[in-house]
């Protein structure tokens, strides 16, 4: 192995969530009267902490969401992961194999602790990580693609940024992989990969489609 940590990002990666997240975003973001498509969403926010929703939102309109948005929004996506969650095709593979060849990996999401955590629980992958393992961008004080959080994971994991293997599917994480010195490994179900090689293309960047494909990727 090439590497002595892998880093899984969440949303996406290990679980299949982007589709539920993303139309719910959509929806309150519309009914907030800021018109927003399930497409758009996708484009704008996939892989962003929530502050950064609020942010591009403040840019673009002029006006704040509401207080009570992420809570609101939490509760709807909270609501979808229960009742339709399921972990990316391969992904429960993929970390059997690192567990057997004894490569340690961890997950560093832009998404809150619980929404991490109901998300790994629903899917069966929590036992795969356990809390020592978990981190958030609420963990940093910036989230992607700032490097903070990458870096705070390798940092308690206790290995250097340059032995470490981001897997990603969104821009944002990408270039937070490569503003950490890391090795990104992007993973294009849902990204077209020219959005994320544009993303990668200051540091090292391997695309693949197929999670299944990914421990040979990482061996390469």
Known sequence: MRYDLVIFDNDGVLVDSEPIANHVLADLLTEHGHPTTYEESLRDYMGSAMHRVHDLVAERSGQRLPEDFDATYYARVFEGFRRE???VPGVAAVLEKLDADGVPYCVAS???????????????????FGEERIFSSQDVGRGKPAPDLFLHAARVMGVAPERC??????P???????????????FT????????????SAGVLTLFAEMAGLPGKLMM
């Open 165 to 170: 293997a981001v897997v990603e599917d969104s």
């Open 189 to 200: 179900a849902m990204t077209p990969p020219a959005r994320l090689e544009e993303s990668g």
């Open 85 to 87: 969650l399921q972990p």
């Open 110 to 128: 832009s998404g809150s602790h619980e929404r991490i955590r109901v998300a790994l629980r629903k899917t069966g992958l929590y036992g795969h």
């Open 172 to 186: 944002l994480g990408v270039q937070a992989a490569v503003a950490a010195g890391m090795d990104a490994y992007g």
